[in-house]
């Protein structure tokens, strides 16, 4: 014990400075418990994926670019963080389009996630064989399957809307979200939402209740459903940090090795052993089983079964005059079929003009996800060229060349919700139960989305809590 520090004080050790461990740092200290937090950051700055940049005063996003407000937590640590002012919402020219064959397809009105809400854009698409829209359409008549049995989200788009639907639509738009593979994924980990839509009278009724509801609600609050921040998301990871204690963030950090000594943790750095009477591991999963391998191979096995997949982001901005037709809506999506590099792109100009410098125009192209993770880890000026020249196709550029552009790879840092990945949690959790203490957070486990890493932050926090709480003050050890 530290000479000076009251006794009642709990050591907490978070290790990881993305978003999910910059809120449980937070969480823990807000309250003004008698808590002493210390955030190990690997890297020489916090925020993990949340990387916000600047190109002759253009701002933009390298890793996440915005956040569901459907889901309220990252709304609610925005307008607590006082940053509410700083919230903008998307532009009006909403609308995505895919491309097919070469072209591109509007997303027909009223197409809501994967269903059509509504009958006339949806019988007049191109996008769709008729056949493949009678199948979409007789979707309500289709019983739920309701065994309960986790299943892909490749096999359950195929039962209830057919192969067409899936490969045009819920494929490069659903899977994209997760840099993930269809065939692989579980729809449960990763969108309950439809399973619960499937026993409710199937997705296109809910889904036509939903588009309804979200438009008068978003009439009475004037959110979108993406938001972000004038300043980019990082405003968040720097509001975070102002609110930590001085000397509690240590960068260039990285934890090594977390081991037991006389009913304690310890974390081991390159630098020091820094004791804790908790850790809260916000960490990749796979990063953390080397950092537990020590002491618990097997807890390491199970952390090890959650794969991730690479991906790249790169950010393209052209003057206006280079572009001979300005491209309508937010982007468009490229399914595999159609032998592109780039799996989807967003004019962030026309997504978020509050911020877009008049006179250009910021296109933020995807590259890899799982089964095509090569195409994110090459070379990078390979990369760039590739891009460059998908984009010089889809929105007939003749050749311009973009007045400047950042490419940014995100190696295996996407994590897989593969089938399964519920019993994969229960097994970690059945781990765990021998580690007093040892708190799993952030995107490996319960929701890559910032909303969803926001909560497990602060679950990772009400964990510390509930454990002071109790009389013999141990902190149960969970996945947050
Ligand atoms: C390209 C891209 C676009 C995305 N777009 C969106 C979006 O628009 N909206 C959305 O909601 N979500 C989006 N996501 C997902 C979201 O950004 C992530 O799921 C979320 O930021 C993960 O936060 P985290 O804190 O759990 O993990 P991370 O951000 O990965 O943080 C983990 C931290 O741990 C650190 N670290 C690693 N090893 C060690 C070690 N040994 N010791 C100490 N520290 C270590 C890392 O440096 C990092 O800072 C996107 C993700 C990517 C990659």
Known sequence: MRPGRPPATKRVVVLGGGISGLVAAYELVKRGAPIEVTVLEASKTLGGKIRTESIDGQIFETGPDSFLTTKPEMLELVRELGLANELIGTGPDAGVD???GGRLVPMPAGMNLVAPTRLLPFLLTPLFSPAAKLHMALEPLRPSRGDGKDESLADFARRRLGAEALE????PMLAGIYAGDPERMSVASTFPQLLDMEKRGGLVKSMWLGWLGTKRAARRDGLTT????????????DALQRRLPPRSVRLDTPAQAVRRREGHWEVVTPNAVIEADAVISALPAYTFADCIEGI?????????EIPFSSTATSVLIYDDKDIPVK???FGFLAPKGEGLTVTAATYSSAKF?????????TVRAFIGGAGRDADAEGAITRLESRVRGDIDKVLALKGAKPAAMKTTRWI???PQYEVGHARRLDRLGSCLKGHQGLILAGASYGGVGLPDCVRSGRRAAELVFAGSRRSHDAVRPGLA
């Open 98 to 100: 895919i491309l097919l």
């Open 226 to 237: 993406f938001m972000t921040l004038k300043g980019g998301l990082s405003m968040v990871v």
């Open 327 to 329: 491209p309508k809506g």
């Open 296 to 304: 618990d191979p097997e807890l390491a096995v199970r952390l090890r």
């Open 168 to 171: 045009r639509l819920v494929a």
């Open 353 to 361: 003009p509050g911020r877009a410098i008049p006179g250009r125009t």
């Open 412 to 414: 295996k840092t996407n």
